[in-house]
């Protein structure tokens, strides 16, 4: 598949996945899982990365919206249920999004990566954005991120005087032309997600 559509289906999915009902979620989730396993990848280390952001909002929902108490030892400082439901949606959601961005996007490469980019933002031209100078930039930034050590201190080393990252002079991309089926997929997943708008209208 393009990899213009890949991202274009994702962000797409990105607009459809908090409004489905939640009985939906778990199919999603499953169907991710799979993909990972099938494709040898480890599907819990992006949730593992993301587990702070996960339960501040499992928590934030718990002791932020009213309701019957969990537990009545704790009284005041006790969450609710219903609070606590909600929390675990929304971060049922937020895993599901993630599953999805692992399979559609982040195992792209970065220069396919920057050429499904490059192509989306090719139709923002007539607006006077050069998509060229665009694609650029967010190649130089990939190529940065991928140039910097992992592990602790990369902010650290970016704030020192002398930080130069190894940035190419230049970027070839190879651009591939967009098929039917490229651009099938993501107008089906748009019609249903207009439909899904116009429902809850």
Request: glycine share 8%; charged share 15%.
């Amino acid at each position: 598949m393009h990899p213009a559509s890949r991202i274009l289906i994702y962000l797409l999915a990105a607009l459809a996945i908090p409004g489905l009902p939640f009985f939906m979620l778990p199919a999603l989730l499953l169907l991710a899982l799979g993909m990972l396993i099938m494709a040898r990848r480890m599907p819990f280390r992006l949730i593992w990365r993301t587990r702070w952001l996960l339960l501040v909002l499992l928590f934030g929902y718990a002791y932020s919206l009213p309701g019957a108490p969990v537990s009545s030892l704790l009284a005041d400082f006790s969450p609710s249920w219903e609070g606590l439901r909600h929390g675990m949606e929304q971060a049922a959601r937020l895993t599901v999004l993630l599953l999805w961005l692992d399979i559609l996007v982040l195992r792209l490469s970065s220069e396919a990566l920057l050429a499904g980019l490059l192509q989306l933002i090719r139709p923002f031209s007539i607006i006077g954005l050069d998509p060229r100078r665009a694609a650029l930039r967010l190649g130089l930034t990939l190529r940065a991120i991928e140039g910097m050590e992992r592990g602790r201190g990369n902010v650290r080393s970016l704030l020192e005087l002398d930080y130069e990252p190894d940035l190419p002079q230049r970027i070839q991309l190879n651009l591939l032309p967009l098929r039917g089926i490229d651009l099938a997929i993501p107008g089906l997943l748009f019609i249903g997600l207009l439909s899904q708008w116009m429902i809850t209208l």
